[in-house]
């Protein structure tokens, strides 16, 4: 971690929804940080918290959810803080955009890509438009700027591709316009929650590739959710592990994935089908946020486990320059 600002910074957030048969702590002492044109994974099992994490960043929570504590920064500010208006037009789809999970599901059927993708461009506009350009003119330069955005991200013919329907495309040249869409007004964060779960594994990898060329092209930062440790070790420079709504480890990839510091974590690499003989899954199932377990919420799952895991949450221990962990084995292991 270094010392200058983080583009994006989530601190202790804690959110929780109002549910018919109580209150779910959905998030409890979430903390992330991205840094300008870094690619931060997070990964955990279904059900984790991931996509609330993104809805909150995106400022898409739903109506009975309720941020308890923490804050979400971005470039300094506080998103929790901003007024629904400047986060619609200044930062949601503009300064972050947004590759979601399903490309089947996230463009309208009934009308043409090109109208879709021009929508975007018409409300948040283009780096570079001309406040004093015609609407004709503006439209015209923002439909060349499309064309060569679906070049890049290799779409047959972009010209005629804007005026087909999203019928027309196989899921992954879907996947792919709708990362158009995210990079159309040039963000400087792209957060893709899952974008290539609905994919065929060929077409996955394909998918990744192009996210990290261009990441690395456009000197973008990507938060990238899966519940894939494979795409995360082969995308992300750096990952969080979440479990049951919480920050449970983070650091560079290649020190959690070599030396992960949380049971949690070994326990989800081992499950990964290039490092497990046959099929390995984590006994029991991720605890329902109306009634999570008291202190380490994995402590019930966790083969290490001991009476003082369930007394409080774990503190966060630093095992290395930049990797941090919230179990008490590592505070036995005197690592504080
Ligand atoms: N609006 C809601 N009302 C009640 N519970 C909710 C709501 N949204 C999410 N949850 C619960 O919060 C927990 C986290 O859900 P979330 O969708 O964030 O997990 P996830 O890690 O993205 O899972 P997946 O990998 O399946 O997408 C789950 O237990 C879910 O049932
Ligand atoms: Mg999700």
Sequence with gaps: MNGSQALLEVASLRISVRTDEGVARILDHVDLRVDPGSVVGIVGESGCGK???????????????????GSIRFNGRDLLGMPAGELQSRIRGRAIGFVPQDPYLALNPMF???????????????????????????????????????RRVQIPDPDQALDRYPHEFSGGQRQRLLIAGALA??????????????????????ILKLLRALVDERGLALLFVSHDIGAVAQLCDRVSVMYAGQSVE????????????????????????????????????????LRPPSGCRFAPRCGSSSARCSEARPPSVRIAADHTVNCVLQEVAGRV
Excluded at 187 to 203: G, H, I
Excluded at 260 to 280: K, Q, V, W
Aim: with cysteine; hydrophobic share 35%.
């Design 51 to 69: 996509s609330t994490l993104v809805r909150a960043i995106l400022g898409i929570l739903p109506r009975a959810a309720r941020v308890e504590n």
């Design 250 to 289: 983070s650091g560079l990839t290649r020190d959690v994935l070599d030396q992960p510091g949380h049971p949690y974590s070994s326990a989800l690499i081992a499950c990964h089908p290039d490092r497990s003989e046959g099929f390995r899954g984590i006994p029991g199932a991720v605890p329902s946020p």
């Design 185 to 206: 007004c040039g963000p400087q964060l792209v957060v893709a929650d899952e974008p290539t779960t609905a994919l065929d594994v060929t077409t996955q990898l394909q």
């Design 112 to 150: 043409r890509v090109g109208a879709q993708l021009m929508e975007i461009l018409r409300w948040h506009g283009a780096p570079g438009d001309d406040p004093g350009a015609s609407r004709s003119e503006r439209k015209r330069r923002h439909r060349a700027l499309l064309v060569e955005l679906l």
